[in-house]
């Protein structure tokens, strides 16, 4: 089965297939730093983190290109409440959020260019396209692109000159030629960042940026570009038609779009004020519940977020973990049958987890083989399985979360040196426990849930984990 992948500009599946074999060249829209980071902005991250992760898995070289925004209205706005420097409020919040993607254990991308940097390759596409007749400078010092001239404009939303115009929100400008065009360069207003131009000093409009940057460290084909299905009208759009204005050919070859975030049933936004900053959840709760909710619900889908949600989630981490649990003390090996069924299982789960994420990254299918995996594995530990025995499909599942980020070890919880001593205080506690002892095999179980082990008994014998 070949890779495949949602094309919203086709609104189908369809074949993976790059510009260059072997090579992924992908653009994603970054974040406007003007304030904390939310859940919002994780989970677009997120998903496209997890994209990155499986196409190098499935062999692919990925250049990865993720933006900042560090000069916009919003940025200026907030400077001025605050009395800071625009710049260094920006770049404030950029330290923030690459700390905050750490944190949640994202790649670093390849390149992460910021506006500020790209004025030089902003100008001259913009003096080439007023040159090939697309856009147009103003007395005031604003130059705008002329949206009627390019044909196709609307073919990623499916919008017509018609519909832009009469459910879009038009800035009112008597500099226009047309209410539809949108600015390139916005002259210089009193106390703003600007720089030098042909048209006077100014600074770039929000869309022209990503189109510079995505030439400038891409070239003028890329396979992949993506952001939040918020972005595809207006800024995809103006992208499209900018860009491919500019060189006549295809811009990008897959428009991939992830689902909104929301909270309550609503958007999560700024401007609704219900936000839940990645550093407030990360206070609470371990990265891997986040993305452990992208990866259950599916990128192009909704993400409802509630405290439901995170509980049902963290459940559902422990429940992955359980398969990495030792064998029960005094494992004596399982029979040669139960083992020939775990590693046929391990079979299948690989080839299910590859079928899965090959259907435009079906990360919910993915999951389920793994807790396929995981079922096989504890019932196999339940039949008295060595630890040598349930290593390889325990190899496997640890392989497999790596590739959608999950970390499952919890090694910070402890350390190496600790387990043994553990391991027989266990053993020992289940000894007091044949001989009905229970005061004391009691004591050595709170003890130890207060350093944060807890100890699970079954008719089998009791286990241990890191809480």
């Known amino acids: 089965m070949s890779l495949k992948i949602y094309n919203t500009l086709t609104r189908k599946k369809e074949d993976f297939e790059t510009l260059e074999p072997g090579r992924v060249r992908m653009y994603v829209c970054g974040p406007t730093v003007y304030a904390n980071a939310h859940v919002g902005h994780a989970m677009s991250a997120l998903v496209f983190d997890i994209l990155r992760r499986y196409l190098e898995y499935r062999g692919y070289e990925v ?70 007749g697309y856009a147009y400078p103003t007395a005031d010092g604003d130059v705008y692109f002329r949206v009627r001239k390019d044909e196709d404009y609307g073919k990623l939303s499916r919008r017509s000159f018609d519909d832009v115009r009469g459910g879009t929100r038009v800035e009112v400008d008597e500099a226009k030629e047309d209410p539809l065009d949108f600015a390139l360069w916005k002259s210089a207003k009193p106390g703003e960042p600007s720089w030098d131009s042909p048209w006077g000093k100014g600074r770039p409009g929000w869309h022209i940026e990503c189109s510079a940057m995505s030439l400038h460290h891409l070239g003028e084909q890329i396979d992949i570009h993506g952001g939040g299905n918020d972005l595809i009208f207006p800024h995809h759009e103006n992208e499209i038609a900018q860009s491919e204005s500019l060189t006549g050919k295809p811009f990008v070859r897959y428009w991939v779009h992830n689902g909104m975030l929301q909270l309550g049933g609503e958007k999560m936004s700024k401007s609704l004020g219900n936000l839940v900053t990645i550093d407030d959840f990360l206070k609470d709760h371990e990265a891997n519940v986040l993305r452990l909710m992208v990866l259950n619900s599916g990128y192009r889908s909704p993400l409802t977020f509630n405290d439901e949600v995170v509980e049902q989630t963290e459940r559902a981490l422990e429940r992955l973990r359980s398969g990495l649990r030792p064998c029960l003390p005094g494992a004596g090996g399982a029979a040669e049958a139960a083992v020939q ?8 789960t690989r080839e299910d987890f590859i079928a899965a994420m090959d259907d435009d990254f079906n990360t919910a299918g993915a999951l389920a083989a793994l807790f396929e995996l995981v079922r096989a594995i504890n019932q196999t530990r339940d039949s008295g399985a060595t630890d040598d025995q349930l290593r390889p499909a325990q190899d496997l599942l640890l392989e497999l979360s790596g590739v959608l980020g999950l970390q499952l070890e919890q090694q910070d919880k402890g350390s190496a040196q600790a387990d043994p001593f553990i391991n027989l205080l266990v053993s020992v506690r289940s000894e007091l426990r044949r001989q009905k002892l229970w005061a004391i095999s009691d004591q050595i179980r709170d003890r130890l849930a207060e350093l944060g082990v807890v100890i699970e008994d079954s008719r089998e014998g009791s286990t241990w984990r890191w809480e």
């Open 63 to 132: 250049r990865h290109v993720m933006n900042f925004t560090d000069v916009d209205d919003k940025i200026i706005a907030r400077a001025n409440q605050s009395g800071e420097d625009p710049f260094q409020l920006a770049e404030r919040y950029i330290q923030q959020y690459e700390r905050n993607l750490a944190d949640l254990n994202v790649l670093p991308a390849t390149v992460n260019p910021r506006a500020t940097r790209e004025i030089e390759h902003i100008q001259k596409i913009i003096q080439e396209l007023i040159a090939k």
């Open 341 to 348: 069924t775990l590693q046929q299982q391990a079979e299948r």
